[in-house]
């Protein structure tokens, strides 16, 4: 499952790579890029890299939650900046399915440098569930 | 020199944005960023879909711009939060969006911004979000 993101253009060119899945459960790291940089003055990472981080691994921690294939999809997704991330260092990312139901997943996510205590940013998404057969909700 | 050409300067000064590949059109104090489509942007090969996470950072940033036209700012806004909606899936197209401050504070401004493609009125994906503005009176003081 972690090799998917590997042929995903979009987090090629972010530099994105998923480092562990289990079920309902899934990290990733963002390493830090110079040609990812939102604001030159600080050198910190734009923020739509950490959202697309986050919206990345939340879908893993979505489709690892299944226990069948389905297609899933972002609905929306709330990002939530407790501080800035510190310029030149990694992003570390974690994703956790809390509930499922037939047709919705609900996903928490974090990203941070070295533990959950001290967040840069916090997102809470929901994901659609639909059947693989005929893209209709399952 | 015009607030408009100000804003095309510092915009290609951020590597995120030539990364993105997207640019903004600005007529007087309207603007339209547009993101040209680039196989670099796909998110799911087999449906040939935009990646959601590339969206998000287009119309974060479309947002961002369209405050910092209307501001006397000297650095991009710093993001508090943001929510977006998916609300279709965007295609191997060009991808457009307009944005809309709700609120202005000293402090703080609220903005919705919205992407399309063919149709204007079947948006792709919608965000808002709240961003926190440096004023020259912050930096000064």
Known sequence: MMDIVKNVPWSKELGFEMTRVEKGHAWGRQPYLDHLVGDPTTGIIHGGVITTMLDTISGMACASALSEVRMIATLDLRLDYMR?????????GEAECFHITKSIAFIRAWAYHDSRDKTIAIAQSAFALTSLKRGAPA | MSRADDLARFWASLPIVETLGMRV?????????VLPYQEKLIGNFAIKALHGGAIATFLELAAMAQLYIATDGIAPPRTINVTIDYLRQAHAQDLYARSTITKLGRRVASVRAEAWQAKRDKPVAAIMAHFQIKSLDDLAG
Do not use: M, Q, S
């Not at chain 1, 800035?84 to 570390?92: E, L, M, Q, S």
């Open chain 2, 25 to 33: 059109d600005i007529k007087g104090d309207d603007l339209t960023a």
């Open chain 1, 84 to 92: 800035p991330a510190t310029p030149k260092r990694d992003i570390i």
